[in-house]
């Protein structure tokens, strides 16, 4: 079993920056895959970016070259960096664990979750 807690979400203006992070437990989180998802309201959840256990990231369209993810293995920690924000990243968003490593784009491929932290962005 393994238990996630994001952090680091608020309300910031557009053009701002924020750091989730997403603390893990369990000894095997360097060989799974770790994922970040939002969802806004009244629309489905989507994929934002994922990181595997070497190191090989992917990114949703939308936030490629915006946002980066990253992992401190020794810290059981992975973190996206959100940068020029805008107010359609405006959602919950949430940590996932992927416990077969791919860092697939699809929330049905990982097994663990965190609870979710807000990000709200103002224009």
């Known amino acids: 079993q393994v238990q996630l807690v994001e952090s680091g979400g608020g309300l910031v203006q557009a053009g701002e920056s924020l750091r989730l992070s997403c603390v893990a437990s369990g000894r095997t989180f360097s060989s799974y895959s770790m994922g970040w998802f939002r969802q806004a309201p009244g629309k489905e959840q989507e994929f934002v970016a994922a990181v595997t256990w070497s190191d090989t990231t992917t990114y949703a369209a939308s936030v490629k070259g915006r946002f980066t993810i990253s992992r401190d293995t020794a810290k059981n920690t992975v973190y996206l960096q959100m940068s020029s924000l805008k107010p359609e990243d405006t959602a919950v968003y949430y940590c996932?664990?992927?416990?077969?490593?791919?860092?697939?784009?699809?929330?049905?491929?990982?097994?663990?979750w965190g609870q979710g932290t807000q990000v709200t962005v103002s224009s």
């Open positions: 996932a664990a992927n416990p077969g490593g791919l860092g697939g784009t699809y929330s049905y491929e990982y097994d663990f």
